[in-house]
């Protein structure tokens, strides 16, 4: 669920607010893109309920719609919490992320062709302090934020309406959180070398090698996942 926007129309200017059920998935969203919510972290009603100042019934019915999104999980006798992909399941989700993402490349790289200069404005800047990045003691989070951007400007420039609803990015944000407990310093490389390499053929229009290259990196993102030890992981 994206985030509620003002809404303008001919006769009258006005801000909606958000429900306070949106006001508290808003307010999730968020704490998992700061990284202050981690997967399979407990969502205690009576402390979003305080810390949001909203009562316990918006709580419920954003908790449900989360769930509903596959964010949440609802476990009898534990209450909701963060979801936590099993081994299996996040295997899986690689699978349909491949080819998601491999559309996603090919539509910006696509558009680039074509002379849209979108993706350059927006992502090459971020390449340039990939290094920066990878010297950074936060470098967890920053990668955290220079994925999400990366996917967010493809998504942008490729142009096409309907790939953001079936993006999964909450999922695909908590999935890289999930990932990363164990990852080292020189699998941070690897992946920014990775996204380099799509960076590099969207920047130059080239739509195969651009798919290719995300191709590349599903396919290696898989392998680190299978080497990562089985308490990453949610029993299955």
Do not use: C, W
């Amino acid at each position: 669920m994206a985030p509620a926007t003002a809404q303008t129309t001919e006769d009258s200017k006005s801000t909606e607010k958000p429900s306070s059920p949106d006001m508290v998935v808003n307010a999730i969203y968020r704490g998992i893109l700061a990284g202050r919510i981690v997967p399979g972290q407990k969502l205690i009603e009576a402390d979003l309920a305080a810390s949001l100042n909203v009562s316990r019934g918006p709580i419920r019915e954003a908790l449900k719609r989360l769930h509903a999104e596959g964010v949440v999980e609802n476990a009898r006798n534990r209450g909701a919490y963060v979801r936590l992909l099993s081994r299996r399941e996040a295997i899986d989700f690689i699978e349909i992320l491949s080819e998601l993402t491999g559309f996603i490349a090919k539509k910006a790289a696509e558009a680039v062709s074509r002379g849209d200069d979108m993706f350059r404005r927006r992502f090459a800047p971020a390449l340039e302090t990939l290094g920066d990045f990878l010297k950074s003691e936060d470098s967890d989070k920053l990668q955290l934020e220079t994925n999400r951007r990366f996917y967010d400007a493809m998504m942008e420039v490729g142009g096409n309406s309907q790939i953001a609803s079936v993006m999964p990015m909450m999922r695909i944000q908590l999935f890289r959180m999930q990932g990363q407990m164990t990852i080292g310093p020189e699998a941070h490389k690897q992946r920014f070398t990775e996204f380099a390499d799509i960076a590099r053929h969207v920047l130059a229009g080239e739509p195969d090698k651009a798919r290719q290259a995300m191709s590349r990196h599903m396919q290696l993102t898989l392998k680190r996942l299978e080497e990562l030890p089985d308490e990453v992981f949610a029993r299955a």
